[in-house]
């Protein structure tokens, strides 16, 4: 972790975080909903230190006291947005549930590599104080409180709203928002006081989505296709972003790391598009689709076109290139995004997916490949399921990839998951002119823990990384 003289936590620039300490150690929340196995969700660290003896070990497992809570995103309860006051310090990670609605508060700080539970906020807090439920995003804020995107209200309906929690207790405070002010759903969001904004995105309704997707939800009005654009110091929802059925499912939204920045990017799941937000020249906000990944016409499918499925996506520190997994296709991407406006692909990788040579689907057109992917085996195990959540290394030359979405989804889409596990692979990354390739040496393989296969999801660094931390 990063240590000054009279700093907080992280970093004074993204260009200082960049010259940070390489990763040693990683944590990872792992799930047991939807699978066959009884047993709590848990936290992950893993061993990610080239020399140690553990390498690409769990060496850690901190089981939740509970049955489905489905673990899902985790933040911080300081990040550098808080790096100007020394009496801050990261020791504390906020893992959400997505169906229960828990907040567990976990300590890293005694010990890094054997974490503890340190607090449980019950869902009953987020339900009477808040009226909201199913916890998604945590950022760290530079007040020192930390704040929670919510997708709905207690019932299962959407509805996107925000929890703040005290920093140091971890007591329910209440609403962010200002009273009526709610999105019609929530996800993601992405603050930038320097612009006096925040943006947040949209899945869908708990209900509808809690076991699994089908189209005709989407028909039916269940899923989301805008961006909201807030005014941070007044708290209320200013304005809303229609992208349409070509942004259909906005889920996770990127500003570029400069807080000079007016501009980010957003990944579209059901549309397979990223968006580039911008503040106009008026003030106000619009959005541009900049990149599409085509559908590919299948047989063999439960649809006859098979979208790519952009579920994760991250901008690098210095702003050069944006990542993103395609969970269907089975591919990672890396775009050079100098011009943001034209981002050009410079790197490519499979790793696994739906449209494997060998597999029950057959591409009938592919406006991108001539050949179907072969099957991703890494250290003789053959991987299941596709790319999903992605974190990069501090110097952008590492990569790790998860590959479970969402425990009701991955029993859906890649029953074969369910029953082998997840895994977590790296990737090395060329940042000179582009390019991925996979790290034959390095596999976390989750269908081997002791208690059964489980499902890996998002992968954290102790000391900060591109998605947990905002400057200001």
């Known amino acids: 972790m990063a240590k000054c003289g009279a700093c907080g936590p992280g970093y004074r620039t993204p260009q200082e975080a960049m010259k940070g300490p390489g990763e040693e150690i990683v944590y990872v929340p792992c799930i047991y909903r939807n699978t066959a196995i009884e047993k709590p969700d848990y936290l992950a660290t893993v061993d990610v230190h080239p020399q140690s003896p553990t390498y690409s070990q769990v060496i850690h497992r901190l089981p939740m006291p509970n049955l489905n809570d489905e673990l899902h995103h985790s933040g911080w309860n300081a990040c550098s947005s808080c790096h100007g006051d020394a009496s801050k310090e990261r020791n504390r990670l906020i893992l959400p549930s997505l169906i229960s609605s828990r907040i567990y508060v976990v300590d890293v700080g005694t010990e890094p590599r054997a974490p503890r539970m340190f607090k449980i906020v019950e869902p009953t807090e ?52 200002e009273s009526g002010q709610a999105a019609p759903f929530g996800y993601d969001f992405w603050y930038q006081p320097r612009h006096n904004v925040m943006i947040s995105t949209e899945w869908g309704t708990p209900k509808a989505l809690a076991n699994g997707f089908n189209l005709e939800d989407v028909k039916a009005g269940h899923y989301g296709h805008c961006l909201h654009v807030w005014d941070w110091a007044k708290h209320r929802r200013v304005q809303t972003i229609d992208l349409g059925q070509e942004g259909a499912i906005p889920l996770e939204i990127r500003f570029l790391h400069d807080p000079a920045a007016a501009e980010g990017l957003v990944g579209c799941a059901l549309s397979s598009s990223v968006f580039r937000f911008y503040r106009t020249e008026r003030g106000d906000w619009t959005a541009e689709k900049v990149i599409t ?144 390739t996979v790290n034959k040496n390095f596999l976390v393989d989750f269908g081997k823990e002791p208690d059964g296969p489980s499902l890996a999801h998002e992968v954290r660094y102790p000391g900060g990384d591109c998605s947990s931390d905002i400057w200001l």
């Open 126 to 177: 987020l339900f009477w104080k808040c009226n909201l439920a199913n916890p998604h995003t945590t950022h760290c804020l530079a007040s020192g409180e930390v704040m929670i995107s919510a997708m709905g209200d207690p019932s299962g309906n959407g509805k996107g709203g925000f929890v703040l929690l005290d920093g140091e207790t971890f007591e329910v405070k209440g609403n962010w928002e």
């Open 293 to 436: 990944v085509p559908g590919k016409k299948v047989e063999g499918w439960i649809l006859p076109e098979m979208p790519g499925l952009i579920t994760d996506i991250l901008i690098s520190l210095d702003d050069r290139f944006l990542y993103f997994s395609n969970w269907l296709h089975g591919d990672l991407r890396q775009y050079d995004i100098t011009d943001t406006r034209k981002p050009k692909m410079v790197g490519q990788v499979f790793l696994g997916g739906s449209l494997v040579e060998g597999g029950p689907v057959k591409v009938l057109e592919d406006k991108e490949m001539k050949n179907q992917p072969q099957p991703c085996t890494v250290k003789g195990t053959r991987i299941w399921g596709g790319p999903q959540m992605i974190q990069l290394s501090l110097d952008g030359k590492r990569m790790y990839v998860t590959t479970s979405l969402y425990s009701g989804w991955d029993k859906q889409f890649y029953p074969e998951m369910i029953k082998e596990g997840s895994v977590m692979l790296q990737i090395d990354v060329d940042t000179e002119k582009g390019g991925l």
